[in-house]
């Protein structure tokens, strides 16, 4: 059963942007942190973004720093992850996760997330 569910994917021009929402339930959306990761064909999931269930700390791969925002509304139980001045290599499946329990060393680490969503399509053209 899917318990978290991606949208706003599809294919952009680079230096477009372009918004993902990721929508869940109240008891997955009070896990400590939530975060993004992508894969591209042939590459392994790799980390994007998380944010803690306050939203008191974010952090970013070096790789999309100045570029992507995430955020989250509380009322609306959803991530989500503002990607501007969109490049090639970001071209990849993205995909939403929540980690019941934060630890600093772990949240870029994709295998310590609990819920995962079924991804979302971004594809980047040149």
């Known amino acids: 059963q899917v318990q978290l569910v991606e949208s706003g994917g599809g294919l952009v021009q680079a230096g477009g942007s372009m918004r993902l929402s990721c929508a869940t339930s109240?008891?997955?959306?009070?896990?400590?942190?939530m975060g993004w990761f992508r894969q591209a064909p042939g590459k392994e999931r790799e980390f994007v973004t998380a944010?803690?269930?306050?939203?008191?700390?974010?952090f970013y791969a070096d790789s999309v720093k100045g570029r992507f925002t995430m955020s989250r509304d509380n009322a609306k139980n959803t991530v989500y992850l503002q990607m501007n001045s969109l490049k090639p290599e970001d071209t990849a499946v993205y995909y939403c996760?929540?980690?019941?329990?934060?630890?600093?060393?772990?949240?870029?680490?994709?295998?310590?997330?609990?819920?995962w969503g079924q991804g979302t399509q971004v594809t980047v053209s040149s």
């Open positions: 109240r008891r997955i959306f009070s896990s400590d942190i």
């Open positions: 944010m803690t269930w306050d939203g008191g700390t974010t």
């Open positions: 996760a929540a980690d019941r329990t934060y630890s600093y060393s772990d949240y870029s680490r994709f295998e310590k997330y609990d819920y």
